[in-house]
């Protein structure tokens, strides 16, 4: 298994552009996470999605969106990206409730 | 006040030392997990833990749930322990959203 993979490793964005960030997990999850980490910060959870088709907002949602549209993939998408927004982003996948998360290994964007 | 506080936040320490990083945190939880994060960024899952003690080779974690305090301990430290140790909880409910203290970083010379 590849575990949870995350696309592109690294992105540079201008002020106003927007990107999607690409989540994939070939372990049968339902549970996955999107999650930002800002320098000093406690990870913060954006979106979360317990199964296909449903999806929650966190802690921190302004300024993102997600789908779930199968069970491997958890698409995070920013529109109008601000430099508020620069941070490193991290997926993760749950296989059930009262288990471990496992994370992918996360993208660093940085909105210029 | 942060939900999670972790002690310290930075630790340096010489290779061979025996090392406890500590996680209090002042809401009701139904788990606590320790992360490791290294240099680079890749976050990976150390222990999760409801009660009591639990070992996985140099890594011992412990946690009581009456204080509200759960704390790692390294033995035998060596540089490749070096990394950023992170503490989470998870409250209740179906999500099992989890709240993260700030992260320990660790330091560990030869």
């Known amino acids: 298994n590849a575990g949870v993979t995350q696309t592109p490793k690294f992105r540079i964005l201008k002020i106003g552009q927007s990107m999607t960030l690409q989540c994939t997990q070939d372990?049968?999850?339902?549970?996955m996470y999107w999650y930002r980490q800002d320098p000093g910060m406690g990870l913060k959870l954006i979106y979360y999605s317990v199964g296909a088709g449903i999806t929650d907002k966190g802690e921190v949602p302004n300024g993102y969106n997600v789908s779930r549209s199968t069970t491997e993939d958890f698409p995070l998408r920013l529109e109008l990206a601000a430099p508020s927004q620069t941070s490193v982003y991290f997926c993760a996948s749950r296989p059930r409730a009262g288990r471990e998360q496992y994370f992918g290994p996360g993208t660093r964007l940085t909105v210029t | 006040k942060n939900e999670v506080e972790q002690s310290p936040q930075n630790l340096t320490a010489q290779e061979g030392e025996f090392i406890t990083i500590n996680c209090s945190y002042s809401?009701?939880?139904?788990?606590l997990h320790w992360l490791q994060q290294h240099p680079g960024g890749g976050i990976v899952s150390l222990f999760m833990l409801s009660s009591g003690k639990k070992k996985h080779g140099r890594l011992i974690a412990t946690i009581n749930i009456q204080e509200k305090h759960s704390s790692l301990h390294i033995t035998a430290s060596h540089p490749r322990d070096s990394a950023v140790y992170i503490c989470a909880v998870r409250g209740g409910g179906a999500t099992n959203k989890l709240i993260f203290g700030t992260g320990t970083l660790l330091a560990v010379q030869p």
């Open positions: 809401v009701g939880i139904s788990a």
């Open positions: 372990m049968n999850h339902n549970y």
